[in-house]
C-alpha cells in the first residue's frame, strides 16, 4: 500500500481582510453580536453548517468570495467598525501589555470545564457554561486573569435518541485544526512539554491556548507521541474513564496547571478551585513555596491559604467527590517522590479531623488550603455551612466559613441581538460591560410594549423553526416515516404560550413532575382557545440510568397522538439550542428538589431576554422570586418523604398552570398586546440584568477574594517573606497555648426574667489568657434566640471591652446590651484569635464560657 501525507490548503485571505484572522482566533470575541453579523455577511448558510465557527468558515470559504469582500465597501466599513470595538475591549487594558501576555502578576482560574460556544466542545452542562462565562466577564472587566482547562479530544458526548426514546452517547473528536487556538510555546520557542508524576511513571502533557477577549485559556493535552497509550487517553473525554482516570485528570488540572501556568512566566498570585476537581492545587503550591522561598510547611501553607479561593457546587454530602485511600495512596506517595508534599500530610489535608475512614475529600482538601470559600447562591451557602460544620465544631453554624457568590451570566453570550439592540436603546451603549444598577436597569419599562411584544413573537416564532429543523433531522437520522417527517414541520405554534425545560437531566432537577397528572396535562396542553406547548431538552450522565429513564419518558409522552407536536424533545442539547430556548420561550419551568439545586442559571439567561420563571424556591430563585416577575412552586418547605413532595410540587406547579399562567398570558383585554404579561417580562428583565449577570458576579468575586488575596500575596511576600514569618510565629505561639485560655465566669447585671425592649443590661466576663497575649485574642458577647429546643439560633457576636483585673492573671471585660426586640435570647462569651484567618484555620479556635 502507498504511504501517503496529507495537507491542507485554505483560501488566502486579501491583505486588507486580515482583522478576519485576528477576530476569528478569539473564542468570545469572534461570537460577539457585531462579529457574528461580520462573519455572517461573508456566508451565513456555511456559518450555520460549521456550528457559526469563524476559524472553520474562512479556511472553507471559496477564495473568489474573500477577493469579492475585499473590494466590497460596505463590508470594509463593517469590519473596521468591529475592528474599533475589538481594539477598544481586547487590545487595550490596564494589565495586559498584549493580549494573553501580563506584565502583572495573575489570578488562575482552575476549572475541569469552560463552555464558550457549542464548536469547542470541552464542557458537559452549568459547571462549564458558568466557568466560560466568568472568563468573558473578567475580560469585560479587565481584570488580570489566567484560566486553565483539560483539552479533551473527545470532549463531552453527542447525544441522540433512538426509536425506544432511550439516550445513545457518541464521541466526535475535536479538530484542533478547526478551532481557534495555538500551541503555548516554552521559554526555548518550542511547544511547551511538562510532566506530572503518577503512580505508575511520568504523566506527559503539551498546552493550547485559546483567547477569550483579553483573557488566556491554558488547556493541558496528553495526547501526544511522548506518552504510552493508555497515558495519551487521560485528556480523552469530559467526566470518561474509570476512577483512576478520574484521578489522573484532576492531578494533571491541579498540579500540571499549575506548572503549565508558570512555565508560561505567569506569577500567580491568587489561585481560584472552580470545585474540588483542581484541589491537589493545594498542596502543589505549598510545596513549590517551601522550595523556592525557603519557607516552613506552616508558613507556606499559610500563604498559599491566604491567596486562595474555593468555590464548592455540591449541595449535597454525596456529591462531593472523594478518592479511596487504597486507589490514591500510590499517587500521593508519587507526588512525594517528586518533590511534592508528604503523603500523610496531604492525606490530612483532605480529611475531617478523626475521620475513620479510607477516603480523601476533594472538597475538604480545597476547603483546607483556601482561605476564601464560597457557595454559588445564599441559600446554598447556608447549606455548604450545615453540611461541613463537622469541620470546624465549635463555631455556630452561622459562623462556618463559608460564604456565598452567587452566580451570574454573561448577558451579551445569552441576550439575542434584537433584544440587545431594544436594551442599548435606552440603557446606552457598552451598558453589558459592567455590572448595572437596578436604578438604570428601571430604565427598560421605556420600551413601548409593542416593540418589547413584537421582539419577542419574532424570537418564538424563530425557536418554533429551529425546533421543527431538529425534529425533522431526528426523525431522518432514524429512518421516520413521510408522515413522521411531515409531522415534524407543523410541531409546535409560534403564537402559544411556550414553556422550556432544559438542563442536566439528573434525578433530582425531576424533568417529569409536570407529567405527574397526564390527563391534566393533556387538557392543559390541547385547550384549543388557550393552547399550551412545552419544549424539553437535556443530556443525563452516561452512567445515570435513571436520569436516561426520565428522557425516555418525555419522549415517550410526546408521541402520543392526543399531544404530538405539542410537547416536544430537542436532541443534543448544546449551547446554540440552549440560546434559541432561552430567548424564545415564553417561561422557563425549573422543578429541582429543593435545597439540591446549588444555584441554576438557565433560569437567568431566559430572564434576561423577557421569559418569566417558575420554579420550586431553590437555588437562585429565592434571592430573585417576586409575585411581579415570576411564579414559586410550594412554599419552599421541605418533606422528608420524596413522594409526598413530588406530590405537593406538582400539585402547586398545575394550580398555578390553570389558574394563574395560562390566564395571564392570553388576558388581552386590548387587543393583542397581553399588557399584564408584559409588565411581568420587563419585571423579570429589570432582575435578572441588575443582580444576575456574571459582570456583578465577578466583579463580586474580586472584592471579596481577588483583591483581598492579592494584598495578601504583596504583604505576605514583602521582605523576604518577613510579615509572614512574623505572623505565623504569633499564631503558632497562641496556638500553643490555646489550653490555658478559660473563660471562669460571665454574669449579668440584672434579672433575665425582667426585662422589657428598650432596657439595657450589661454582661461581665472574666477571662483567663495564661500566656496568651492580650492583643491576639478578642473577647467576644455572643447573644442569639433561643428556639423551642432551647438551642440558640442566628446569634452575633459583640465585642467586649477590657475593664480591669479581678484576680492576678484575670481580666475583666464588659459589654452592654439594648434589647430592641421581644422575644427568648441566650448568651454566653467566647474567646477568639484576633486574627479570622487564624480563628478560622480548621478546625477553628474558639474558647467558650
Known amino acids: 500500500m502507498p504511504t501517503f501525507k496529507s495537507f491542507t490548503v485554505a483560501p488566502k485571505v486579501p491583505e486588507n481582510l486580515s482583522f478576519l484572522r485576528t477576530l476569528a482566533g478569539n473564542v468570545w470575541w469572534s461570537w460577539d453580536v457585531e462579529a457574528m453579523s461580520l462573519f455572517q455577511r461573508i456566508n451565513p448558510t456555511l456559518l450555520r453548517e460549521l456550528e457559526f465557527n469563524p476559524v472553520r468558515l474562512l479556511s472553507h470559504v471559496g477564495q473568489a468570495r474573500l477577493e469579492e469582500l475585499a473590494a466590497d465597501s460596505s463590508f470594509i466599513a463593517h469590519m473596521r467598525s468591529v475592528e474599533e470595538r475589538f481594539g477598544k475591549f481586547v487590545l487595550s487594558s490596564r494589565h495586559w501589555k498584549t493580549p494573553g501576555e501580563t506584565n502583572r502578576r495573575v489570578i488562575a482560574y482552575f476549572s475541569m470545564e469552560f463552555g464558550l460556544h457549542e464548536s469547542v466542545h470541552i464542557y458537559s452542562g452549568g459547571l462549564g457554561i458558568l466557568a466560560g462565562d466568568h472568563l468573558k466577564s473578567a475580560s469585560d472587566l479587565d481584570i488580570p486573569l489566567v484560566g486553565i482547562g483539560l483539552f479533551y479530544r473527545e470532549g463531552y458526548f453527542e447525544q441522540e435518541i433512538d426509536a425506544s426514546g432511550w439516550q445513545i452517547e457518541g464521541y466526535p473528536e475535536n479538530d484542533v485544526h478547526r478551532l481557534p487556538i495555538s500551541r503555548c510555546l516554552g521559554a526555548n520557542g518550542q511547544p511547551l512539554l511538562l510532566s506530572v508524576p503518577l503512580a505508575d511513571g511520568e504523566l506527559k502533557f503539551t498546552a493550547w491556548k485559546l483567547m477569550v477577549g483579553r483573557i488566556p485559556l491554558v488547556l493541558l493535552d496528553t495526547n501526544i507521541p511522548e506518552n504510552p497509550p493508555h497515558l495519551r487517553a487521560v485528556t480523552g473525554q469530559l467526566y470518561g474513564g474509570d476512577k483512576l482516570n478520574r484521578l489522573r485528570q484532576e492531578v494533571l488540572l491541579g498540579v500540571g496547571g499549575l506548572r503549565a501556568v508558570e512555565a508560561l512566566g505567569y506569577e500567580v498570585a491568587c489561585s481560584h478551585m472552580n470545585e474540588g476537581h483542581a484541589a491537589f492545587l493545594g498542596p502543589e503550591r505549598i510545596a513549590r513555596a517551601m522550595k523556592r522561598s525557603g519557607l516552613t510547611f506552616d508558613e507556606a501553607r499559610v ?212 407529567l405527574s397528572d397526564p390527563a391534566r396535562l393533556k387538557r392543559l396542553l390541547t385547550d384549543p382557545a388557550h393552547p399550551v406547548q412545552i419544549v424539553f431538552a437535556g443530556k443525563a450522565h452516561p452512567a445515570d440510568n435513571g436520569g436516561k429513564e426520565l428522557i425516555r419518558r418525555i419522549v415517550e409522552f410526546s408521541r402520543d397522538p392526543e399531544v404530538k407536536g405539542r410537547i416536544v424533545f430537542l436532541e443534543n442539547y448544546n449551547i446554540h439550542i440552549a440560546r434559541r430556548m432561552v430567548r424564545g420561550v415564553d417561561v422557563w419551568l425549573n422543578t429541582p428538589r429543593r435545597p439540591m439545586e446549588a444555584s441554576g442559571t438557565s433560569g437567568m439567561k431566559a430572564c434576561v431576554n423577557g421569559a418569566i420563571h417558575v420554579s420550586t424556591l431553590d437555588g437562585w430563585w429565592p434571592e430573585g422570586y417576586s409575585p411581579r416577575c415570576g411564579w414559586q412552586i410550594g412554599d419552599g418547605q421541605e418533606f422528608a418523604d420524596e413522594g409526598q413532595q413530588n406530590a405537593n410540587d406538582a400539585q402547586s406547579l398545575y394550580n398555578l398552570l390553570e389558574s394563574e399562567i395560562v390566564p395571564a398570558f392570553y388576558d388581552r383585554p386590548h387587543g393583542e398586546l397581553p399588557l399584564r404579561w408584559i409588565g411581568m417580562m420587563k419585571e423579570s428583565v429589570k432582575m435578572s440584568l441588575a443582580r444576575f449577570s456574571s459582570t456583578r458576579m465577578v466583579a463580586d468575586y474580586f472584592a471579596g477574594s481577588y483583591e483581598p488575596a492579592l494584598g495578601n500575596y504583596e504583604a505576605l511576600s514583602a521582605g523576604g517573606f518577613a510579615a509572614l514569618k512574623d505572623d505565623v510565629a504569633r499564631r503558632n505561639a497562641l496556638f500553643g497555648s490555646w489550653g490555658d485560655v478559660k473563660i471562669e465566669s460571665v454574669e449579668a447585671d440584672r434579672d433575665g426574667s425582667a426585662i422589657v425592649v428598650g432596657d439595657e443590661f450589661t454582661v461581665t466576663a472574666k477571662v483567663r489568657l495564661g500566656s496568651v497575649r492580650e492583643d491576639d485574642v478578642r473577647v467576644e458577647l455572643w447573644i442569639g434566640r433561643r428556639d423551642a429546643r432551647g438551642e440558640v439560633r442566628s446569634g452575633e457576636a459583640k465585642a467586649m471591652a477590657p475593664a480591669g483585673r479581678a484576680a492576678d492573671a484575670v481580666k475583666t471585660y464588659k459589654a452592654t446590651v439594648k434589647c430592641a426586640d421581644a422575644g427568648s435570647f441566650a448568651f454566653s462569651a467566647r474567646v477568639v484569635p484576633a486574627s479570622d484567618a487564624w480563628r478560622t484555620t480548621m478546625p477553628g479556635f474558639v474558647r467558650w464560657a
Open 303 to 514: 500563604f498559599v491559604r491566604r491567596t486562595s479561593v474555593f468555590t464548592t457546587h455540591t449541595p449535597v454530602p454525596a456529591g462531593n467527590e472523594t478518592f479511596n485511600l487504597q486507589l490514591l495512596w500510590p499517587q500521593l506517595e508519587a507526588m512525594e517522590r517528586d518533590g511534592g508534599l508528604p503523603a500523610e500530610t496531604v492525606k490530612n489535608l483532605g480529611r475531617a479531623p478523626q475521620d475513620p475512614s479510607d477516603e480523601l475529600s476533594m472538597t475538604i482538601l480545597g476547603l483546607n488550603c483556601s482561605l476564601f470559600d464560597n457557595g454559588v447562591a445564599k441559600l446554598h451557602g447556608v447549606v455548604e455551612r450545615d453540611m461541613w460544620h463537622h469541620l470546624w465544631p465549635e463555631f455556630p453554624v452561622e459562623e462556618v466559613p463559608i460564604g456565598h457568590v452567587t452566580n451570574g451570566i454573561h448577558v451579551p453570550t445569552w441576550l439575542s441581538s434584537d433584544n440587545g439592540r431594544l436594551y442599548t436603546s435606552v440603557l446606552g451603549p457598552d451598558w453589558d460591560k459592567t455590572p448595572l444598577s437596578e436604578e438604570r436597569a428601571s430604565r427598560i419599562d421605556h420600551i413601548s410594549d409593542e416593540e418589547f411584544w413584537r421582539v419577542h413573537e419574532a424570537a418564538r416564532a424563530h425557536l418554533v423553526r429551529i425546533a421543527r429543523e431538529s425534529l425533522e433531522r431526528s426523525a431522518r437520522r432514524r429512518h421516520g416515516s413521510p408522515s413522521e417527517i411531515e409531522a415534524c414541520r407543523g410541531a409546535l405554534d409560534k403564537d402559544a404560550l411556550t414553556i422550556g425545560f432544559a438542563r442536566r437531566f439528573a434525578t433530582y432537577k425531576r424533568a417529569t413532575l409536570l
